[in-house]
């Protein structure tokens, strides 16, 4: 019955302190309490209990049991039983944690990332959430930023394609199915582009820049059927998102046509007074909402102000009725008006957390994000070694899950210690930190304890990385080393014991040059709640890495941002014939390499790329062009590969990238055994925007290219015509 519940009428029936009710959004621990015992922010506002009750939203709360208890309170109350909207940010996993989303998309497996959002939204639906602040796609360039840690990295495309993928699977066909979730997508637009990766920061980004790498991925999830978009707190060329009329009115309604729910960022309509746009709530409030943002987060502009602005003339209540209808549209869809808890229950929330099957998922997800970045020839160790030292401050923590872990608990991390001795349970297994991790802790007093360890073992891990806070929000960093004194341990073991190996955890690229004679590099992310025996399996050979690069790894600092898709430029010059001139000045000692580049991870196996055949040498609007690469597995050991296929557009009226990844292909081959894959290129793959912002493809010659990021397996030219 209620699914046919007419929405327009409900709205008629509504007063207008009701109606604008549905449009804000407070913690959750604020419907725990009674007015009277409500701290923090909202006690500042001297809310009323009348009002809690007439809330819409709310986001942030512990488990099923409180959701049914706000719930319920909540529909006792509401004259009009409408049902509350329960919010989260359920990022890389709910209580499973996999790994953060960073390294999942160097899994380059949308299938993957599909399975271990499926396993987030079955959690989290268990748990009483109703929508996801996911995915997050903000492209990023600069490795400082702490928030890298969320983003796919450097490359548009695959954006794209990890951010649709998740809304697809948070969503599924049909939203009233209860172990969906709905989707939001965040943060827009150009989060990313902080000036000098500080978080918050401004970004200035001409529009045909935005439109060809930072947009994409915005508007990908929205054609994917994304249910809600969040404006981000930056300013965009002078004007916050929220404030942003060309961003806000002109693209996402007018060009886009979103219809879902807009809901700002955490307090992000009170920071328009801190950005000096509002001299007031009542002017940020007029501001956020004429731009259409729906929902306020957790700031008082509509409470104090928006039924005033009504009441006056300013706003027309037209339009708030047009945005509560978002919302109960929302609701509706989600089958909330038929079942407003959704089958949230504690038990079955219990029973789905870390259960052997998404332990499983976790697992595999941790084992296919790591990347091997080096390797000579000391991984996998031989299962026959007697003696590990696992040395360094990540060898017995479980601090290993990651910023943005939802309900994941560290207690629920399997450690690398723990990993290792399920691994190799004969073994002799030795453990010591070395030294700390945090950037400010420079004591040597581990080191001779950890060195001769070391000198006394057949295989050394060196477990280094970051604290998980010096990534995800708020956390950005001007070195991006290894904090601490973890370089000067490294030397010291990799000296005592060279058959060494670093296993990596740390949540955005890192300047490693400090550690880079180590023989063997394995760059694990926060893995997540599978995190040691992801490890253990591919330190030992029962797992083979396949893991590339989605954002390059500097030699310095002083280089970022860099990244593998670089416009071209006059000096260095940039040929279609030598990829390589372009590093061949700038940066004195360094130069303008990366250390590892964007595509970049190696394997146990070999593969060999044996053939690149084009069905033609001309596109044209009407004709595509198949592209078959053949691919051997030429080692010893079964592995999945990564297929990618980048072009190059030698002349175009605008400067294009050096390269850009259009295509991928994650493989599986046995040893000896060799695929084709096939991918098809069509003119609409080579559009750009023109200096007029016009979104055109042009006639002339392309290079394209198997291999990665400047190491071009195979290549060919081909004609657009
Ligand atoms: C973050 C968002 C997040 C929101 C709610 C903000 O601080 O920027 O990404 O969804 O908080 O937790």
Not at 26 to 35: D, R
Not at 431 to 448: D, M, Q, R, Y
């Amino acid at each position: 019955m209620a699914k046919n519940i007419n929405l327009k009428k409900l709205i008629s029936q509504m007063t207008l302190e009701e109606k604008v009710g549905q449009l804000i959004q407070l913690n959750g621990e604020n419907f725990t309490k009674s007015a009277s015992e409500i701290t923090g922010p909202v006690q500042s506002w001297g809310i009323s209990e009348e009002w809690l009750n007439k809330m819409g939203s709310t986001l942030n709360f512990p488990d099923a049991n409180t959701m049914v208890k706000i719930q319920k309170k909540h529909l006792e109350n509401d004259p009009h039983k409408i049902p509350m909207l329960f919010m989260m940010d359920v990022i890389h996993g709910y209580r499973t944690i996999f790994p953060i989303p960073l390294g999942l998309a160097a899994s380059f497996d949308p299938a993957l990332v599909y399975e271990c959002s499926r396993m987030a939204a079955r959690e989290a639906s268990a748990g009483g959430v109703n929508v996801t602040f996911t995915p997050m796609v903000d492209y990023a360039r600069d490795a400082r930023w702490g928030r890298v840690m969320e983003t796919a990295g450097e490359d548009p495309y695959l954006a794209c394609v990890m951010g649709a993928t998740q809304v697809r699977a948070f969503q599924g066909d049909d939203l009233s199915d209860k172990e969906h979730i709905a989707a939001c997508v965040k943060h827009y637009a150009a989060y990313g582009g902080a000036e000098a990766g500080r978080d918050y920061n401004t970004v200035e980004v001409s529009e045909r820049l935005l439109r060809e790498d930072y947009l994409p991925a915005y508007k990908a999830c929205i054609d994917a059927g994304v249910r809600m978009i969040m404006p981000s707190f930056n300013s965009l060329n002078g004007v916050p998102s929220i404030a942003n009329k060309w961003l806000m009115r002109k693209v996402l309604k007018k060009e886009w046509k979103f219809d879902g729910v807009v809901i700002s960022d955490y307090n992000a309509i009170g920071e328009l007074k801190t950005h000096g746009i509002a001299p007031n709530m009542r002017e940020a409030a007029k501001i956020a909402f004429e731009n259409g943002c729906d929902i306020e987060m957790m700031s008082n502009g509509y409470y104090e102000n928006l039924c005033s602005l009504v009441r006056e003339g300013v706003i027309d209540e037209k339009d708030v009725d047009k945005a509560v209808y978002r919302v109960l549209k929302l609701k509706k869809e989600l089958g909330l008006f038929d079942d407003p808890y959704r089958g949230a229950s504690y038990e079955k929330e219990m029973a789905l957390a870390l259960c052997p099957e998404h332990r499983a998922i976790a697992r595999r997800a941790a084992c296919e994000s790591a990347v091997l970045l080096k390797n000579d020839g000391v991984l996998p160790f031989s299962k026959d070694v007697k003696k590990i030292a696992l040395i360094g401050p990540f060898a017995d923590s479980n601090e290993i899950k990651g910023f943005w872990s939802c309900h994941g608990k560290d207690a629920d991390c399997v450690t690398v210690l723990e990993g290792v001795r399920a691994a190799m349970p004969d073994a002799e297994i030795s453990v010591a930190n070395g030294c700390s991790p945090l950037w400010n802790e420079k004591s040597t007093e581990g080191f001779a304890e950890a060195v001769s360890m070391a000198k006394e073992a057949d295989a050394v891990v060196l477990c280094l990385g970051e604290p998980q806070t010096y990534s995800g929000e708020g956390n950005s960093r001007a070195d991006i080393r290894l904090p601490g004194m973890q370089e000067e341990l490294a030397k010291a073991i990799i000296a005592a014991n060279p058959n060494c190996a670093a296993v990596l955890f740390n949540g955005r690229p890192l300047a490693l040059t400090g550690i880079n004679n180590c023989p063997a590099i394995l760059e694990m992310w926060f893995p997540g709640s599978e995190g040691g025996n992801a490890a253990a399996d591919l330190l030992f050979g029962n797992a083979v890495p396949c893991g590339k690069l989605t954002m390059s790894f500097p030699k310095e600092v002083g280089q970022c941002p860099i990244y593998y898709n670089h416009p071209s430029t006059g000096r260095p010059k940039w040929t279609a014939e030598d990829v390589h001139q372009r590093y061949a000045s700038n940066y004195i000692g360094c130069g303008n390499l990366p250390l590892y580049c964007f595509g970049h991870g190696l394997s146990y196996t070999k593969f060999e790329y044996e053939a690149m055949e084009l069905s033609g040498t001309r596109i044209s609007a009407e004709e595509s062009l198949t592209v078959s690469i053949k691919v051997k597995n030429a080692g010893k050991y079964a592995a999945k590969e990564t297929v990618q296929l980048y072009i190059r557009d030698i002349f175009a009226s605008t400067v294009r990238p050096v390269q850009q990844l259009v295509a991928f292909e994650k493989i599986f081959l046995a040893p000896g055994e060799a695929k084709t894959v096939t991918f098809t290129v069509t003119e609409e793959m080579l559009r750009f925007y023109d200096a007029d912002c016009k979104h055109v493809s042009e006639a002339g010659e392309f290079v394209i290219f198997t291999g990665y990021a400047d190491h071009r397996y195979k290549e060919a030219r081909f004609r657009l015509d």
